[in-house]
């Protein structure tokens, strides 16, 4: 069984329209029996794999309480939390990858098969989403939800769709789910960026779209062009924003996990407490910044919005 920490509405109705939407419903991942450090061979991002070498590969003890500290946030703006089943040994951190909601759909993803196992703690739980709702992705369609963002009339997804694709164990969305959900929301101006990856170098490595751009408030982003192959894609996005509504970050602020916020409302962020400089431009936007300590976390190469996945906003 899922965890709740509130009473479940059952149906769950997903809707997500944007990034920012009043966030009533989501799931925030575990670090409960995250298991011993992955060995070298184990290791599926360059975060993770720099922290085991330096020996400062995060503790289970400490991330479960940073977790639970985003969680006692997230209630205290009477957001409902649904925390997955417990698997044993099995890293569950990064509830956003294993599915995405867009528009009044909710999407199974198909994610790197090292992660294969982590969907299961969540299915008791998407058993309430009306069956009309729920999409599985066709076994072609390489997606992650770290990698899809709807923005309002904007379908923005972050993909690889080099040769090499196979090979890269950080590239987790295709071409292949770039097609499908441009047929899938016919409507949608579909909008994909192709991002660097790399499976040793943090700083050379966008893992996910969440991890190199990030939409706040009403207007504006927060962006690494660095993360982007194509400077193109970084100037549609500048002249989409306006320059003057874009927080950009250096490529090892990419690597700290900078972009990766995470919106209560357009009114209300959530960073961490260590960015200083973000922080500050983003309280100067007008936004209502939450700090908390969430350091460990971004050793595994996710933040805050990785370690959610949003299932009612409302609109
Ligand atoms: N959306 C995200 O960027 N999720 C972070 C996933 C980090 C995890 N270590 C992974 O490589 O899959």
């Given at each position: 069984m899922y965890t709740k920490t509130q009473e479940v509405d059952s149906p769950i109705k997903p809707r997500v329209q944007d990034e920012t939407g009043r966030l009533k419903a989501v799931v925030l991942g575990t670090a409960v029996s995250v298991g011993s450090a992955p060995s070298m061979d184990e290791v599926y991002d360059p975060s993770s794999r720099a922290h085991l070498l330096a020996g400062t590969y995060p503790k289970e003890e400490d991330m479960v309480v940073e977790m639970e500290g985003f969680q006692s946030l997230l209630q205290s703006y009477d957001v409902q939390v649904y925390r997955p089943t417990v698997l044993e040994n099995c890293n569950q951190i990064f509830a956003r990858d294993i599915g995405f909601v867009v528009e009044d759909t909710f999407f199974r993803s198909n994610i790197l098969p090292l992660r294969e196992k982590e969907f299961e703690a969540i299915e008791n739980l998407v058993a309430h989403i009306p069956e009309k709702q729920f999409q599985v992705c066709p076994e072609e369609v390489h997606v992650e939800g770290g990698d899809v963002m709807p923005w309002g009339d904007y379908l923005f997804i972050g993909a690889y769709t080099q040769k090499d694709y196979p090979q890269q164990i950080t590239a987790r969305t295709n071409q292949a789910a770039i097609d499908f959900l441009t047929e899938y929301f016919p409507q949608k101006e579909v909008k994909a960026f192709e991002l660097i990856k790399s499976a040793t170098v943090a700083n050379q490595n966008a893992l996910h779209l969440d991890c190199c751009f990030q939409p706040v408030g009403k207007n504006k982003a927060i962006i690494c062009?660095?993360?982007?192959?194509?400077q193109e894609d970084v100037e549609w996005i500048r002249s989409f924003f306006g320059a003057e509504n874009i927080f950009e970050v250096t490529a090892d602020e990419m690597a700290g996990m900078h972009c990766n916020v995470f919106s209560i409302s357009p009114e209300v962020v959530v960073s961490e407490k260590h960015f200083t400089r973000l922080n500050t431009w983003l309280r100067e936007q007008g936004l209502t910044v939450e700090e908390i300590q969430y350091a460990e976390i971004s050793k595994q190469g996710g933040l805050l919005r990785c370690s959610t996945l949003p299932l009612i906003r409302q609109y």
């Open positions: 062009p660095d993360g982007f192959m194509q």
